[in-house]
């Protein structure tokens, strides 16, 4: 490989990924303009017209947004490549810092600020114009950046600690660096889902202890139906921000928890909230969270010894715009070069994770509708497409590309035919 056959290839599935993005955003709009006019007839009794219509236009709505952004960051991409951005950066990065170490992280750090100042505007776009206009968004402009320097902050003094430990492996620790890396990668990992619940996510949410004395019973009979012991149960102001409802659970071992939304409680039945839950708890049972993290682990793997051989070619830099340092570590680029380009390369792929995340979501279904009642289940899956104007009428193969779930009315008569 040289480094114009690798610029051509970057280029060349650039090209490929937009057209096939761009190509899935058409037919998915026009596939929910042509079924705007009517409810589907599995849903006319249950979903208002009104509602149905609604959804389609946010629907089409995010799509359009979707499309501009990704063209956005397309410019953006070739900007920090082959137009020279990175390599301005970094040049400039280097007359402040020397090389070194403070070189590499202060490189890193950069690039984070360059590339989220110019997220910003379709973030707050989003949140405030498009999520306004539906009648979803709860956030004030002062709690968004509150947000935003809490994420900073929590990035920082989370992230300068890792990417420390990181490059000092890529520099020291010889040719199976990326080895030892993968190894603290997937205990930071594991780290973070033990702290997320009760260090992280209370930084952003109030979670006050289901208070609720017949929920609670409810939901403790259930746990105790499929065998699944908790730390607890906790309700999460999650109208703060948004106006969709969602339930979860989060951490591992004993520091599992169970989260609902407020929103969620304010908008289901008690047996449709458990329902809900069961089919939680079925993701947790059917161990398909185990065998997701052995597939990140291992695809995160692979992709570091990956990495472990691009940092050493030349046409690597060269070919993505960047000329490699002889006198400075070109660790901090390469990470750099690799997050930017990669997404490039595995977007055409994407339906193969949707896949087995669907075959996953089927078999929730079907744990929820065994252990609870399936029709429990569906007026509740109704109630949250409608109040988070999911469209209920997705273009197939738009669906196939991105969604982790399968489309409501798939999920639905699934259920009512079990
Ligand atoms: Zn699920």
Same mark, same amino acid.
């Given at each position: &490989?040289?480094?114009?056959?690798?610029?051509?290839?970057?280029?060349?599935?650039?090209?490929?990924?937009?057209?096939?993005?761009?190509?899935?955003?058409?037919?998915?709009?026009?596939?929910?303009?042509?079924?705007?006019?009517?409810?589907?007839?599995?849903?006319?009794?249950?979903?208002?017209?009104?509602?149905?219509?609604?959804?389609?236009?946010?629907?089409?709505?995010?799509?359009?947004?979707?499309?501009?952004? @990704?063209?956005?960051? +397309?410019?953006?991409?070739?900007?920090?490549?082959?137009?020279?951005?990175?390599?301005?950066?970094?040049?400039?990065?280097?007359?402040?810092?020397?090389?070194?170490?403070?070189?590499?992280?202060?490189?890193?750090?950069?690039?984070?600020?360059?590339?989220?100042?110019?997220? @910003?505007?379709?973030?707050?776009?989003?949140?405030?114009?498009?999520?306004?206009?539906?009648?979803?968004?709860? &956030?004030?402009?002062?709690?968004?950046?509150?947000?935003?320097?809490?994420?900073?902050? @929590?990035?920082?003094?989370?992230?300068?600690?890792?990417?420390?430990?990181? @490059?000092?492996?890529?520099?020291? *620790?010889?040719?199976?660096? /990326?080895?030892?890396?993968?190894?603290?990668?997937?205990?930071?990992?594991?780290?973070?889902?033990?702290?997320?619940?009760?260090?992280?996510?209370?930084?952003?949410?109030?979670?006050?202890?289901?208070?609720?004395?017949?929920?609670?019973?409810?939901?403790?009979?259930?746990?105790?139906?499929?065998?699944?012991?908790?730390?607890?149960?906790?309700? &999460?102001?999650?109208?703060?921000?948004?106006?969709?409802?969602?339930?979860?659970?989060?951490?591992?071992?004993?520091?599992?928890?169970?989260?609902?939304?407020?929103?969620?409680? +304010?908008?289901?039945?008690?047996?449709?909230?458990?329902?809900?839950?069961?089919?939680?708890?079925?993701?947790?049972?059917?161990?398909?969270?185990?065998?997701?993290?052995?597939?990140?682990?291992?695809?995160?793997?692979?992709?570091? +010894?990956?990495?472990?051989?691009?940092?050493?070619?030349? /046409?690597?830099?060269?070919?993505?715009?960047?000329?490699?340092?002889?006198?400075?570590?070109?660790?901090?680029? +390469?990470?750099?070069?690799? &997050?930017?380009?990669?997404?490039?390369?595995?977007?055409?792929?994407?339906?193969?994770?949707?896949?087995?995340?669907?075959?996953?979501?089927?078999?929730?279904?079907?744990?929820?509708?065994?252990?609870?009642?399936?029709?429990?289940?569906?007026?509740?899956?109704?109630?949250?497409?409608?109040?988070?104007? *999911?469209?209920?009428?997705?273009?197939?193969?738009?669906?196939?590309?991105?969604?982790?779930?399968?489309?409501?009315?798939?999920?639905?008569?699934?259920?009512?035919?079990?």
């Amino acid at each position: &490989m040289n480094s114009v056959t690798f610029s051509v290839f970057f280029i060349g599935f650039l090209l490929m990924t937009l057209i096939v993005q761009f190509w899935l955003g058409s037919r998915q709009i026009r596939h929910i303009l042509q079924h705007r006019a009517a409810v589907p007839p599995e849903f006319a009794s249950k979903i208002p017209l009104e509602a149905h219509q609604k959804a389609a236009d946010y629907s089409i709505a995010k799509t359009k947004f979707g499309l501009v952004s @990704l063209l956005f960051n +397309a410019v953006v991409l070739m900007g920090f490549t082959l137009f020279g951005g990175l390599q301005l950066l970094s040049v400039l990065v280097l007359n402040l810092t020397g090389p070194g170490m403070l070189y590499q992280i202060g490189l890193l750090a950069a690039f984070a600020v360059v590339s989220g100042l110019l997220d @910003l505007p379709f973030s707050y776009y989003s949140q405030f114009v498009l999520e306004q206009k539906f009648g979803f968004n709860k &956030m004030t402009p002062a709690l968004f950046f509150g947000d935003m320097l809490k994420s900073t902050a @929590l990035g920082a003094v989370i992230g300068l600690p890792l990417i420390w430990v990181v @490059l000092t492996l890529m520099d020291k *620790s010889g040719a199976l660096w /990326w080895l030892y890396a993968w190894v603290v990668w997937s205990g930071f990992q594991l780290l973070m889902m033990l702290i997320y619940p009760s260090v992280i996510a209370p930084i952003f949410n109030k979670f006050t202890p289901l208070e609720d004395d017949s929920l609670r019973s409810r939901i403790e009979g259930l746990m105790q139906r499929v065998g699944f012991a908790s730390k607890g149960l906790f309700v &999460m102001d999650g109208s703060k921000r948004s106006a969709h409802g969602n339930a979860y659970f989060s951490g591992f071992g004993a520091a599992k928890r169970i989260v609902f939304f407020d929103t969620l409680i +304010a908008r289901l039945a008690p047996e449709e909230i458990e329902a809900v839950l069961a089919h939680e708890l079925g993701h947790f049972k059917l161990k398909h969270i185990v065998k997701r993290m052995v597939v990140i682990f291992g695809v995160s793997l692979a992709f570091l +010894a990956l990495l472990g051989y691009l940092k050493q070619q030349v /046409w690597f830099y060269t070919g993505l715009g960047v000329d490699p340092m002889l006198l400075a570590k070109n660790d901090a680029m +390469a990470l750099i070069l690799f &997050m930017l380009s990669l997404p490039v390369f595995t977007f055409l792929f994407s339906p193969l994770t949707s896949i087995s995340s669907r075959k996953h979501e089927f078999e929730a279904d079907a744990f929820a509708a065994h252990h609870t009642n399936a029709n429990d289940l569906v007026a509740a899956l109704v109630k949250l497409y409608e109040d988070n104007a *999911s469209t209920l009428t997705p273009d197939p193969l738009h669906s196939a590309f991105y969604d982790s779930h399968p489309p409501a009315s798939v999920r639905i008569s699934k259920l009512l035919t079990a």
